[in-house]
Protein backbone atom coordinates (compact mmCIF):
# COMPACT_ATOMS: atom_id res chain seq x y z
CA UNK A 1 0.00 0.00 0.00
CA UNK A 2 3.20 2.87 1.05
CA UNK A 3 3.69 2.51 -2.59
CA UNK A 4 0.44 3.17 -3.93
CA UNK A 5 -0.76 6.86 -4.98
CA UNK A 6 -1.81 8.59 -1.92
CA UNK A 7 -1.53 10.74 0.83
CA UNK A 8 0.49 10.12 4.13
CA UNK A 9 0.11 11.01 7.56
CA UNK A 10 3.35 10.04 9.60
CA UNK A 11 4.61 10.95 12.92
CA UNK A 12 5.67 9.66 16.51
CA UNK A 13 4.04 11.05 20.02
CA UNK A 14 7.00 10.03 22.68
CA UNK A 15 6.77 6.04 22.71
CA UNK A 16 3.64 6.37 20.32
CA UNK A 17 4.00 5.86 16.19
CA UNK A 18 1.81 7.16 14.01
CA UNK A 19 1.00 6.36 10.29
CA UNK A 20 -2.76 7.22 8.18
CA UNK A 21 -3.32 6.77 4.42
CA UNK A 22 -5.50 8.04 1.83
CA UNK A 23 -4.73 6.44 -1.08
CA UNK A 24 -6.07 5.06 -4.84
CA UNK A 25 -6.46 1.27 -3.64
CA UNK A 26 -5.78 -2.14 -1.92
CA UNK A 27 -4.39 -3.36 -5.05
CA UNK A 28 -3.48 -0.30 -7.54
CA UNK A 29 0.31 -0.71 -8.22
CA UNK A 30 1.30 -1.23 -12.11
CA UNK A 31 -2.70 -0.45 -12.85
CA UNK A 32 -3.74 2.16 -15.61
CA UNK A 33 -4.92 5.15 -14.18
CA UNK A 34 -7.92 4.89 -16.21
CA UNK A 35 -8.89 1.20 -14.62
CA UNK A 36 -8.93 2.27 -10.96
CA UNK A 37 -12.29 2.95 -9.59
CA UNK A 38 -12.91 6.80 -7.68
CA UNK A 39 -13.35 5.41 -4.29
CA UNK A 40 -10.19 5.72 -1.91
CA UNK A 41 -8.71 3.12 0.44
CA UNK A 42 -8.12 4.13 4.28
CA UNK A 43 -5.27 2.65 6.18
CA UNK A 44 -4.32 3.26 10.14
CA UNK A 45 -1.58 2.42 12.04
CA UNK A 46 -0.44 2.79 15.82
CA UNK A 47 2.85 1.00 17.26
CA UNK A 48 3.33 1.65 21.44
CA UNK A 49 6.27 1.22 22.59
CA UNK A 50 6.41 -0.89 25.65
CA UNK A 51 10.24 -0.73 26.79
CA UNK A 52 13.71 -0.24 24.83
CA UNK A 53 14.98 2.69 22.53
CA UNK A 54 12.77 4.48 20.61
CA UNK A 55 14.30 4.70 16.90
CA UNK A 56 11.38 1.66 16.37
CA UNK A 57 8.87 4.13 16.86
CA UNK A 58 10.55 6.87 14.73
CA UNK A 59 11.09 4.26 11.76
CA UNK A 60 7.39 2.99 11.94
CA UNK A 61 8.70 -0.48 10.58
CA UNK A 62 10.29 -3.63 11.93
CA UNK A 63 13.88 -4.27 11.33
CA UNK A 64 14.74 -8.35 11.46
CA UNK A 65 17.43 -9.55 13.70
CA UNK A 66 19.47 -7.86 16.80
CA UNK A 67 22.74 -6.99 15.56
CA UNK A 68 22.47 -4.03 17.63
CA UNK A 69 21.97 -5.98 20.96
CA UNK A 70 19.09 -3.85 21.84
CA UNK A 71 16.34 -4.39 24.35
CA UNK A 72 12.76 -3.54 22.60
CA UNK A 73 9.09 -4.35 22.96
CA UNK A 74 6.72 -3.13 20.87
CA UNK A 75 3.01 -3.63 19.97
CA UNK A 76 1.22 -2.14 17.37
CA UNK A 77 -2.68 -2.30 15.86
CA UNK A 78 -3.81 -1.31 12.10
CA UNK A 79 -6.73 -1.25 10.03
CA UNK A 80 -7.73 -0.84 6.42
CA UNK A 81 -10.56 -0.34 4.23
CA UNK A 82 -11.27 -0.30 0.61
CA UNK A 83 -14.23 -0.62 -1.66
CA UNK A 84 -14.89 -0.98 -5.92
CA UNK A 85 -17.54 0.04 -7.37
CA UNK A 86 -16.52 -0.39 -11.17
CA UNK A 87 -16.49 3.90 -10.75
CA UNK A 88 -13.47 3.30 -13.51
CA UNK A 89 -15.49 2.24 -16.12
CA UNK A 90 -13.91 -1.28 -15.87
CA UNK A 91 -15.69 -4.27 -14.99
CA UNK A 92 -14.56 -6.05 -12.33
CA UNK A 93 -15.68 -7.33 -9.07
CA UNK A 94 -18.01 -5.02 -6.97
CA UNK A 95 -16.43 -5.59 -3.17
CA UNK A 96 -15.85 -4.09 0.15
CA UNK A 97 -13.10 -4.63 1.68
CA UNK A 98 -12.04 -4.34 6.09
CA UNK A 99 -8.88 -5.22 7.64
CA UNK A 100 -7.47 -5.52 10.61
CA UNK A 101 -4.29 -6.39 12.57
CA UNK A 102 -2.15 -6.63 15.31
CA UNK A 103 1.68 -6.83 15.86
CA UNK A 104 4.65 -7.39 17.67
CA UNK A 105 8.00 -7.03 18.21
CA UNK A 106 10.55 -7.98 20.69
CA UNK A 107 14.45 -7.59 21.54
CA UNK A 108 16.67 -8.75 23.98
CA UNK A 109 20.56 -9.07 23.58
CA UNK A 110 21.02 -12.06 21.12
CA UNK A 111 17.29 -12.77 21.02
CA UNK A 112 15.04 -11.48 18.64
CA UNK A 113 10.90 -12.59 17.66
CA UNK A 114 8.50 -10.68 15.90
CA UNK A 115 5.10 -11.66 14.72
CA UNK A 116 1.62 -10.16 13.21
CA UNK A 117 -1.64 -11.77 12.71
CA UNK A 118 -4.22 -10.22 10.19
CA UNK A 119 -7.70 -11.04 9.42
CA UNK A 120 -9.60 -9.47 6.51
CA UNK A 121 -13.79 -9.77 5.84
CA UNK A 122 -14.93 -8.77 1.75
CA UNK A 123 -18.10 -8.57 1.38
CA UNK A 124 -19.23 -9.17 -2.63
CA UNK A 125 -22.35 -7.47 -4.24
CA UNK A 126 -24.66 -9.63 -5.75
CA UNK A 127 -24.20 -10.32 -9.49
CA UNK A 128 -20.73 -11.70 -9.29
CA UNK A 129 -21.63 -15.35 -9.59
CA UNK A 130 -18.49 -16.09 -11.79
CA UNK A 131 -16.27 -16.25 -8.78
CA UNK A 132 -16.82 -18.32 -5.85
CA UNK A 133 -18.75 -16.79 -2.79
CA UNK A 134 -19.93 -13.96 -5.96
CA UNK A 135 -23.49 -13.83 -4.62
CA UNK A 136 -23.10 -11.32 -2.25
CA UNK A 137 -22.32 -13.77 1.15
CA UNK A 138 -19.18 -12.20 3.25
CA UNK A 139 -15.85 -14.29 2.99
CA UNK A 140 -13.25 -14.07 6.40
CA UNK A 141 -9.44 -14.71 5.85
CA UNK A 142 -7.11 -14.39 8.22
CA UNK A 143 -3.39 -15.51 9.26
CA UNK A 144 -0.35 -14.79 11.18
CA UNK A 145 3.20 -15.24 10.76
CA UNK A 146 5.78 -16.03 13.48
CA UNK A 147 9.84 -15.35 13.18
CA UNK A 148 12.72 -15.40 15.52
CA UNK A 149 16.30 -15.64 15.81
CA UNK A 150 19.25 -16.54 18.15
CA UNK A 151 22.53 -14.19 17.30
CA UNK A 152 26.27 -15.90 17.78
CA UNK A 153 28.81 -13.61 17.27
CA UNK A 154 27.62 -12.57 13.02
CA UNK A 155 26.07 -15.72 12.87
CA UNK A 156 22.09 -16.28 13.93
CA UNK A 157 19.88 -18.93 13.38
CA UNK A 158 16.89 -18.27 12.66
CA UNK A 159 13.00 -19.85 11.82
CA UNK A 160 9.42 -18.72 10.40
CA UNK A 161 6.05 -20.00 10.58
CA UNK A 162 3.15 -18.76 8.52
CA UNK A 163 -0.24 -19.78 8.12
CA UNK A 164 -3.76 -18.74 6.59
CA UNK A 165 -7.33 -19.92 6.92
CA UNK A 166 -10.23 -18.89 4.68
CA UNK A 167 -13.98 -19.68 4.71
CA UNK A 168 -16.93 -19.82 2.56
CA UNK A 169 -16.98 -20.72 -0.76
CA UNK A 170 -13.08 -20.15 -1.22
CA UNK A 171 -12.29 -22.37 2.16
CA UNK A 172 -8.58 -22.82 1.48
CA UNK A 173 -5.61 -22.80 3.44
CA UNK A 174 -1.87 -22.55 3.15
CA UNK A 175 0.92 -23.04 5.50
CA UNK A 176 4.85 -21.70 5.67
CA UNK A 177 7.59 -22.99 7.80
CA UNK A 178 11.11 -23.79 7.98
CA UNK A 179 14.73 -23.13 9.38
CA UNK A 180 17.37 -20.35 8.34
CA UNK A 181 21.13 -19.56 8.75
CA UNK A 182 22.29 -15.96 8.59
CA UNK A 183 25.69 -14.83 8.11
CA UNK A 184 26.04 -10.79 9.13
CA UNK A 185 29.62 -10.56 7.74
CA UNK A 186 29.71 -6.62 8.25
CA UNK A 187 28.76 -7.19 11.73
CA UNK A 188 24.69 -5.37 10.08
CA UNK A 189 22.41 -5.57 7.50
CA UNK A 190 24.79 -3.78 5.26
CA UNK A 191 26.68 -6.61 3.92
CA UNK A 192 24.84 -10.45 4.75
CA UNK A 193 24.31 -13.99 3.21
CA UNK A 194 21.16 -15.75 4.39
CA UNK A 195 20.09 -18.94 3.76
CA UNK A 196 16.84 -20.80 4.29
CA UNK A 197 15.09 -24.28 3.83
CA UNK A 198 11.31 -23.59 3.17
CA UNK A 199 8.11 -26.01 3.56
CA UNK A 200 4.95 -24.53 1.92
CA UNK A 201 1.67 -26.31 1.43
CA UNK A 202 -1.07 -24.18 -0.61
CA UNK A 203 -4.92 -25.05 -1.40
CA UNK A 204 -5.95 -24.22 -4.67
CA UNK A 205 -9.17 -22.72 -3.46
CA UNK A 206 -7.35 -20.26 -1.34
CA UNK A 207 -8.36 -16.46 -1.65
CA UNK A 208 -5.48 -14.51 -3.67
CA UNK A 209 -3.80 -11.73 -2.56
CA UNK A 210 -5.48 -9.31 -4.13
CA UNK A 211 -8.53 -6.79 -2.78
CA UNK A 212 -10.87 -8.70 -4.57
CA UNK A 213 -9.35 -11.97 -3.08
CA UNK A 214 -11.33 -13.37 -6.05
CA UNK A 215 -9.13 -15.94 -7.78
CA UNK A 216 -7.29 -19.02 -6.92
CA UNK A 217 -3.35 -19.45 -6.41
CA UNK A 218 -0.69 -22.21 -5.67
CA UNK A 219 -0.93 -25.99 -5.68
CA UNK A 220 -1.37 -28.52 -2.75
Given at each position: ?????????????????????V???????????????Q?????????????G??????R????????????L????????????????????T????Y??????????D??????????????????????????????????????G??L????????????????????G??????????W??????????Q????Y??????L??????????????
Open positions: IDRNVGAWIRGDLGHVFYAFATNGFDSIGVAPAAIDVPAFVGKLDFQLWGNDRVKGKYEESNTGRKNGVIGISAATDRNNNSSGVVSKNQVQFGIDTAIKALFYLQAEYVGRWIDYEVGNASIPGGDGSSQYSHGFYVQGFFDNFEVVGLGSFIWCDGKQDNAVQAGPGLNYISGNHKIKLTDVTFDVSPNQDSTEDLDGSAGTS
